[in-house]
């Protein structure tokens, strides 16, 4: 299962592009890596046209166009052993077929010299990849991946390149992944025809799912000349317009190497990767002007728009009066033009986010509404990048109040500027996150320059962060500047606009009426011969589904090729005052990390449901010595910001125990950390929970937020339901990180006063922000001389007054045991497409038997589970896996088909044992590094130790394990699968979504929960 990100770019409040720094203590910058390639001169087919030393993050960058074809070529060399390979196209649209999001899907069906069906899940089992992807925006496709290996990097680049320029396209790949006609009885020519295919099937979903809906009408909406007014991913209606010709005809002309943008990072030799290329693939081609492609900048408005449009009814929403949404947008500046869109992503910053923010204060706080919706923020991801404000669950009634305030906002903004603290907090956000050094760095340069690239943007000068950084500073500064930008990009900008979403109860059915007349008129036109084309398509391809290919031709790293890339990190523990600390010194570029574990295992029942609330509010108050805007002032100008999470973690031997707390953190510039840990006692000496219209307001937004993303997660939501029928740790879980969850705050919600509310997170406070409670770890690089001194310090204070206690690194909680009969339950939930999962316990982590069970689950997921469930039975995924206290997962995502999934997880053991042949040495081997593909990803520096810190995971133990996976033998898997997996064995099973009939055997007992009544 891939995430495509069809509306990559849209969805979220955009920060500053995640890049990372690193300094140059830490990776000395090798002369020359590529001494064969100068500007000017040509190297396997291609020109270098530039080279330049990015200092900010120690890079050397070669561009270079192919020659004959043209085709673009990024190289960052770096001295960082997670390199990166990426091909791209500009995926231009004029049509809502879906037509590039069904060609992602297709080429990956099988190329010339790779004819397999999905080789990039198959290559999952015979890499070390560390990222692999295909993802669709809304105006390119682009196939990067990662890996430490070199020849594992070698390999999965052939499969790549030859997925991209050389996919077989057959028909009955655009059949079964775009879409088909199909007999609902395979072998009855007599039963009902319907739409069945994979992009098919995703796109209903991704139309059910009200924020998507909101974001892909909205970009239609205020872009409607162009590729931007069409759907990329494909509208359900339009998609049974595309034919195989069309899709055939769209890759010649846009995976064409004239049309594509090739990336590649890190410290493998680049000639290596042009020598490649050019040999096998672009010195074949002739050049091909991709200027169809080409998105032209939108015609500005004369007048500001206006649309609606209407939502299907979200059961677990809020009261269907309130479930409206609205947003104002403005077409802003060129991408092209990067000083503009950073300075635009820092100004949307200063505008909509946090307390201090102006749309903060006069919409938020107004207490109308459920918070931002999803595509507020700046998005700088399309060649005319957005400004958008928008709120989710608010009355009809208040559109006209909202877009008032909203007006009003800006004309305040022009009047009064910013405040210079106000600024100085964004800026040194921007500063922070540029030292703050991620793994994953080479990709997320990738990602943030692909838009820009696809725009033919100065992606070199993108890079020089620092430069752009000190324009930004003076020009921020100077009130007047604030008040031009200002003045231009929103008092007389005309092209604007203004779009509600509101709930149609008709939503569903309207959809089915178009669906079905859509399948009427299709059937309507069939010939005999059509007709009968039909049904052989079907049984051929039901046929080709069931078939068992042969992956010889794909290439496989060998056991010889793989080496341990990891070593216990320099770990020192001590005892401050009753608190145990943690402390790593590590490469962290002049950055200090905190993290900390409170225990609530003393909490009451009542406190303890509102747990992930009072994380939510923590901050979000007036402290002993700031105001709530003050305070945040305060955090945003030292740290990162504060994060608080609900930690609940499965023992790693033993399977009834647990530990429950919340887990806080920060990080801050070495010569902060003394403000940053002053910012931590005031919250340690409880802020002051009294202001009930805050509280209020931040309850409305919380509840609001939790709705959500389910249906993304679903099947994670699923194996959570699934498990707290087995497990009490697991219920635990649930009740704090559930469906359930949701569905206790919504009835909080309705039935709470708010001065109860206030007083149980007071009293939650008081128990749990305590000295006595807490342990803590610290990352940080030798250049933090003093950090001894002050943390001793913070401890000091923070344990004064405190009865002191026994030490406990980590307090684990009994959780007493489940009656084992086999239950289900069913969510209902008002959603097309189902998850299921079904759980079984076996045992846990440090148990010999865990290792064959974990390399197990990776057999069967990709030799039962994603055959059967995912290209037989339709779902969009389905596999299994185990948790660390050795609980089973099987599960299924986007499922028409329930009760056969369930049924298949049910034959799991009858499966195995009837293919024990299939247990050959390479499909073991295959197994085993997918597991070795997780576990020896890059850690960043600042989580060094910290499966210790917070789940008791030492090095050593994590290396028992790796040898214990790389030990599996072939007879374990069928052995473990018979003695824990079998029919007999006590289970759990989940399915969440609407109308399942039958559902539960004889021997289980199902419950049924519905959302909130309305
Ligand atoms: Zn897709």
């Given at each position: 299962m891939y995430s495509r990100l069809h509306k990559h770019g849209y969805m979220r409040l955009r920060h500053l592009p995640e890049i990372r720094h690193y300094s140059g203590s830490i990776l000395k910058k090798k002369e020359h890596l590529a001494k064969n390639i100068q500007p000017g001169k040509a190297v396997h087919g291609f020109l270098c046209s530039e080279i330049e030393h990015i200092k900010e993050y120690n890079i050397t960058a070669y561009f270079l166009v192919h020659e004959k074809t043209k085709t673009e070529y990024l190289h960052l060399e770096r001295d960082d052993t997670n390199n990166v390979f990426s091909v791209g196209f500009r995926t231009t649209p004029l049509d809502s077929m879906g037509t590039p999001h069904i060609l992602e899907h297709t080429v990956l069906c099988g190329s010339e010299k790779y004819p397999v069906r999905d080789p990039f899940f198959k290559m999952l089992n015979r890499s070390l990849a560390t990222f692999m992807n295909a993802l669709t925006g809304p105006d390119y496709t682009f196939y990067p991946f990662s890996s430490q290996n070199e020849v594992d990097y070698r390999n999965l680049q052939k499969v790549y390149l030859d997925a991209v320029f050389k996919p077989n396209l057959s028909r009955?790949?655009?059949?079964?992944?775009?879409?088909?006609?199909?007999?609902?009885?395979?072998?009855?020519?007599?039963?009902?025809?319907?739409?069945?295919?994979?992009?098919?099937?995703?796109?209903?979903?991704?139309?059910?799912?009200?924020?998507?809906?909101?974001?892909?009408?909205?970009?239609?909406?205020?872009?409607?000349?162009?590729?931007?007014?069409?759907?990329?991913?494909?509208?359900?209606?339009?998609?049974?317009?595309?034919?195989?010709?069309?899709?055939?005809?769209?890759?010649?002309?846009?995976?064409?190497?004239?049309n594509a943008r090739i990336y590649s990072y890190g410290s493998f030799p680049l000639e290596a990767n042009l020598k490649f290329v050019n040999e096998a693939y672009l010195s074949k081609y002739d050049y091909l002007n991709p200027q169809d492609t080409i998105v032209a900048q939108q015609e500005r408005w004369k007048s500001p728009k206006r649309a609606e449009i209407p939502c299907r009814v979200d059961q677990y929403g809020g009261p269907i009066e309130k479930q409206n949404q609205i947003a104002i947008g403005y077409v802003m500046s060129d991408i092209t033009n990067i000083y503009e869109t950073f300075m635009l992503t820092a100004l949307?910053?200063?505008?909509?986010?946090?307390?201090?923010?102006?749309?903060?204060?006069?919409?938020?706080?107004?207490?109308?509404?459920?918070?931002?919706?999803?595509?507020?923020?700046?998005d700088?991801?399309?060649?005319?990048?957005?400004?958008?404000?928008?709120?989710?669950?608010?009355?009809?009634?208040?559109?006209?109040?909202?877009?008032?305030?909203?007006?009003?906002?800006?004309?305040?903004?022009?009047?009064k500027g910013f405040e210079k603290d106000h600024i100085e907090s964004v800026l040194h956000g921007f500063e922070l996150s540029i030292k703050h050094q991620s793994p994953k760095f080479g990709l997320n340069v990738l990602f943030n320059l692909m838009p820009l690239w696809n725009h033919n943007g100065p992606i070199l000068n993108a890079l020089k962060v620092n430069e752009l950084l000190t324009k930004l500073k003076t020009n921020l500064m100077n009130p007047i500047y604030v008040k031009d930008v200002i003045e231009k990009y929103f008092l007389s900008n005309n092209h604007k606009l203004i779009m509600t979403m509101q709930p149609d109860p008709k939503f569903d059915d309207t959809f089915n009426e178009a669906e079905a007349k859509s399948l009427q008129s299709k059937v309507a036109a069939l010939t005999k011969e059509d007709r009968e084309k039909i049904y052989q398509d079907g049984l051929e391809l039901s046929e080709a589904q069931k078939k068992v290919e042969q992956l010889d031709s794909l290439p496989c790293l060998k056991i010889e090729e793989i080496t341990l890339n990891k070593t216990a990190p320099p770990l020192r523990h001590a005892v401050a005052e009753?608190?145990?600390?943690?402390?790593?010194?590590?490469?962290?570029?002049?950055?200090?990390?905190?993290?900390?574990?409170?225990?609530?295992?003393?909490?009451?029942?009542?406190?303890?449901?509102?747990?992930p609330f009072f994380n939510y509010v923590l901050d979000k108050f007036d402290t002993k010595s700031y105001n709530y805007r003050d305070f945040d002032k305060y955090v945003s100008k030292s740290t990162s910001g504060l994060s608080f999470i609900t930690h609940i973690t499965e023992h790693i031997d033993q399977q009834e125990q647990y530990e429950q707390g919340v887990l806080i953190g920060s990080h801050c510039l070495d010569e902060n950390l003394p403000k940053m840990l002053d910012i931590w006692s005031e919250i340690f000496n409880k802020p002051n929970f009294g202001n009930s219209e805050r509280m209020t307001m931040l309850l409305t937004n919380y509840c609001s937020s939790l709705t959500s993303g389910i249906i993304d997660s679903g099947h994670t939501y699923a194996m959570q339901a699934a498990r707290s029928l087995i497990s009490s740790v697991d219920q635990c879980k649930e009740n704090l990180l559930g469906l359930h969850h949701v569905i206790s705050m919504q009835e909080i919600q309705k039935n709470y006063k708010i001065d109860e509310i206030q007083s149980i997170v007071d009293q939650i406070a008081k128990q749990v922000l305590k000295g006595s409670n807490l342990r803590a770890a610290f990352h940080y690089s030798n250049t933090n001389k003093d950090i001894h001194n002050i943390v001793d310090k913070f401890c000091t204070e923070l344990c004064k007054g405190d009865e002191g206690k026994e030490l406990n690194r980590i307090n684990w909680t009994d959780s007493g045991k489940t009656a084992k009969e086999n239950r289900g339950i069913h969510i209902s939930m008002n959603i097309p497409v189902n998850f299921c999962a079904k759980v079984i316990p076996t045992v846990a982590y440090t148990d010999p038997d865990f290792a064959k069970l974990r390399v197990l689950s990776r057999f069967l997921s990709s030799k039962y589970l994603h055959p059967i469930v995912r290209e037989q039975n339709g779902a969009y995924g389905g596999g299994a896996t185990i948790t660390m206290d050795g609980v089973f997962n099987f599960y299924s995502y986007r499922d028409p088909n329930s009760n056969v999934t369930l049924d298949v997880f049910d034959k799991t053991a009858d499966w195995m044992a009837n293919n024990t042949s299939l247990v050959d040495d390479q499909n073991l081997f295959e197994a085993k590094l997918s597991i070795l593909q997780q576990m020896d990803q890059p850690v960043p520096e600042y989580m060094k130790g910290i499966d210790l810190f917070l789940y008791g995971l030492s090095y050593d133990i994590w290396q028992t394990q790796r040898e214990r996976v790389l030990a599996v033998q072939n007879e374990d898997l069928a052995e473990v699968c018979k003695k824990y997996l079998s029919a007999d064995k006590w289970y759990g099973k989940c399915v969440i979504g609407e109308g399942v009939a039958n559902l539960g055997k004889e021997n289980e007992a199902w419950e049924r929960l519905s959302g909130p009544q309305q």
């Open positions: 009955l790949d655009f059949l079964q992944e775009g879409w088909r006609l199909e007999h609902t009885k395979l072998d009855d020519k007599n039963s009902e025809l319907q739409f069945k295919g994979v992009v098919y099937n995703e796109m209903k979903g991704a139309f059910s799912e009200t924020s998507s809906l909101f974001g892909q009408k909205f970009i239609n909406t205020i872009l409607p000349k162009g590729t931007y007014g069409y759907v990329s991913g494909g509208d359900p209606i339009r998609i049974p317009e595309l034919t195989h010709e069309h899709l055939k005809k769209f890759h010649a002309t846009h995976y064409h190497p004239s949307a910053e200063l505008m909509i986010i946090g307390p201090n923010s102006a749309f903060y204060k006069s919409l938020i706080e107004k207490n109308i509404s459920g918070g931002y919706n999803s595509l507020t923020g700046y700088n991801q399309i060649r005319d990048t957005l400004f958008v404000i928008g709120l989710r669950d608010v009355e009809k009634s208040k559109f006209e109040t909202v877009e008032k305030i909203a007006n009003q906002t800006i004309e305040d903004i022009f009047a009753t608190i145990p600390l943690q402390l790593c010194e590590a490469n962290t570029n002049g950055v200090t990390y905190f993290k900390g574990v409170l225990g609530t295992e003393s909490l009451k029942e009542t406190q303890r449901q509102l747990l």
